[in-house]
Nanobody, 116 residues
């Protein structure tokens, strides 16, 4: 079955960096677009970034492109989110996402907290 397992979250000071990882299994990873979403308490889940199967097409939410970088390793079925210059408003649960056919798959999430 499809599994997405996020890791790399934690507590970081403003201005710091984190790299999130999402290990995928149960499907042919290299064929699918992958995405990162985030959800802060009391808010909707919003897309942060997406990357096409061959990494040729990358999209970022408007405010993310300058500080975040999405990448993928198709050989090892992992998608990454490098986050730099983190701000308190980046505090959220971060989720890995794959849409396979009509099904939408999510990981369990990894918490990112940006606080001094």
């Amino acid at each position: 079955q499809v599994q997405l397992v996020e890791s790399g979250g934690g507590l970081v000071h403003p201005g710091g960096s984190l790299r999130l990882s999402c290990a995928a299994s149960g499907f042919t990873f290299r064929r699918y677009t992958m995405a990162w979403y985030r959800q802060a308490p009391g808010k909707e889940r919003d897309m942060v970034a997406s990357i096409s199967s061959g990494a040729g097409t990358i999209h970022y939410a408007d405010s993310m492109a300058a500080r975040f970088t999405i990448s993928r390793d198709n050989a090892n079925a992992v998608v990454y989110l490098q986050m730099n210059s983190l701000k308190p408003e980046d505090t959220a649960m971060y989720y890995c996402n794959a849409v396979i056919g009509a099904a939408n798959y999510w990981g369990q999430g990894t918490q990112v907290t940006v606080s001094s």
